[in-house]
């Protein structure tokens, strides 16, 4: 029974699209997280959510948006894509005051043609 | 600005032998570290991690180090199995960061049989 999924795993599209990334977590933590793992395999945070406060990291770009229907959901819609979106994308939650231990998702790679 | 920095893209290792993967932060604020693992198409998986307040903590064949002064961590991983291979990322945080985590760029491990 997966504890954070994902979907699509892959998604191939076009440059000016407009695509949604879904996310959702059985665990019953608080908060969730969307991070980019770009071409030189880093990891940076997008945004951080949970029922009381979303943060954005600053640097990304008003393209993207997080929806959460509920507390145990975390989409992430990306509009206009362009060629450097190309990344893989995880999605992860934790329990607010516990050892900071996140749980990821596998992943989506997302490729802009 | 990379606030954590893993400095050694790969590391290969003969089994049975100890790695010691490093990471080296810039930014004081933080006080809690952790070390995730990832195999190829997973998500990265929780493994270890560390109070800003202790310079050890053990966990099985785990051990973090940690030297606040130098700003200084390690993963020691002892004895090493072939199923280590994989990348291990180190990631930092601190109380007022929202739980967000900070991540090096990883390193892989090659345990080799």
């Known amino acids: 029974d997966t504890a954070v999924s994902q979907t699509p795993k892959y998604l191939v599209t076009q440059m000016g699209n407009d695509k949604s990334i879904k996310c959702e977590q059985n665990?019953?933590?608080?908060?969730m997280y969307w991070y980019k793992q770009d071409s030189k395999k880093f990891l940076k945070i997008m945004f951080s959510?949970?029922?009381?406060?979303?943060?954005i990291n600053e640097t990304v770009p008003n393209r993207f948006s997080p929806k959460s229907p509920d507390k145990a959901h975390l989409n992430l819609h990306i509009n206009s894509l362009e060629l450097g979106d190309s990344a893989v994308y995880f999605c992860?939650?934790?329990?607010?005051?516990?050892?900071?231990?996140?749980?990821f998702g596998s992943g989506t790679r997302l490729t802009v043609v | 600005d990379q606030q954590v920095k893993q400095n050694s893209p790969s590391l290969s290792v003969q089994e049975g032998r100890i790695s010691i993967l490093n990471c080296d932060y810039t930014?004081?604020?933080?006080?809690?570290f952790l070390w995730y693992k990832k195999y190829p198409a997973e998500g990265p998986t929780f493994l270890i991690s560390?109070?800003?307040?202790?310079d050890k903590n053990e966990d099985g064949r785990f051990t973090v180090f940690l030297n606040k002064s130098a700003k200084h961590l390690s993963l020691h991983i002892v004895p090493s199995q072939p199923g280590d291979s994989a990348v291990y990322f180190c990631?930092?945080?601190?109380?007022?960061?929202?739980?967000?985590?900070?991540f090096g760029g990883g390193t892989r491990l090659m345990v080799k049989p």
């Open positions: 930014n004081s604020m933080f006080d809690y």
């Open positions: 665990l019953g933590h608080d908060t």
């Open positions: 959510y949970n029922n009381k406060e979303l943060i």
């Open positions: 560390i109070s800003s307040i202790k």
């Open positions: 992860a939650s934790s329990q607010e005051g516990v050892n900071y231990g996140y749980t």
């Open positions: 990631a930092a945080t601190s109380f007022n960061a929202g739980n967000m985590l900070t």
